[in-house]
């Protein structure tokens, strides 16, 4: 595309300041321009903007009047600060991390399938906390599943093996009531 302009991005930022009453009159009227003209915009468009000739399909026509002529105008999209800490999760033994959906158990990136991460993910938000078998299908499953407390037994167990020997005790049962997630006393 030979029309296709990119603006430089000014090395302060006084672009953005607002247009005061002194300034805008010194701006020029509107003016009809011929379809190879480039007109003057570059002082009134935001930094880093690209702009181009936008195609005759999408502009409106007006019975009895010339074809218009417009520019699309492409404005970079404001970046937002990258957080310093990754959102995560847990303790010490295990991390979650919600938007990536993985979970570590002592720093090994465990392979869980989704039921298993979202039991896993309340536990540990919950440390401490007894959950009754209903509660965890309730809120891991949700309203509309038709299961038992039988459910909640097989998930925990598969989870306690993807954990390992060594941390399977950290998902403690609590008998006749359901599970509680208590990391070991060093994390």
């Known amino acids: 595309m030979s029309n296709l302009r990119t603006l430089p991005a000014p090395a302060s930022t006084t672009a953005t300041a607002p247009v005061l009453p002194a300034q805008a009159a ?99 938000a919950h440390p401490h906390r007894v959950h009754t078998r209903d509660q965890l299908v309730t809120t891991v499953w949700g309203y509309g599943h038709v299961g038992d407390g039988r459910t909640v037994d097989v998930h925990v167990a598969r989870l306690r093996r993807k954990m390992g020997a060594e941390y399977r005790s950290s998902i403690v049962t609590v008998r006749r009531v359901g599970y509680k997630y208590a990391p070991p006393a060093g994390f």
């Open 26 to 124: 010194h701006r020029h009227r509107l003016r009809a321009v011929a379809p190879d003209e480039v007109p003057p915009v570059a002082d009134l468009l935001h930094p880093g903007a690209t702009w181009m000739p936008a195609p005759q399909h999408a502009l409106p026509t007006l019975p009895g009047q010339p074809p218009m002529i417009g520019y699309l105008v492409l404005v970079p999209a404001e970046q937002p600060p990258a957080p310093e800490q990754p959102l995560t999760e847990g303790d010490g033994l295990v991390r979650i991390d919600p938007e990536e959906r993985t979970a570590h158990v002592a720093g090994r990136l465990l392979d869980l399938t989704y039921l298993e991460f979202e039991l896993l993910a309340h536990l540990v």
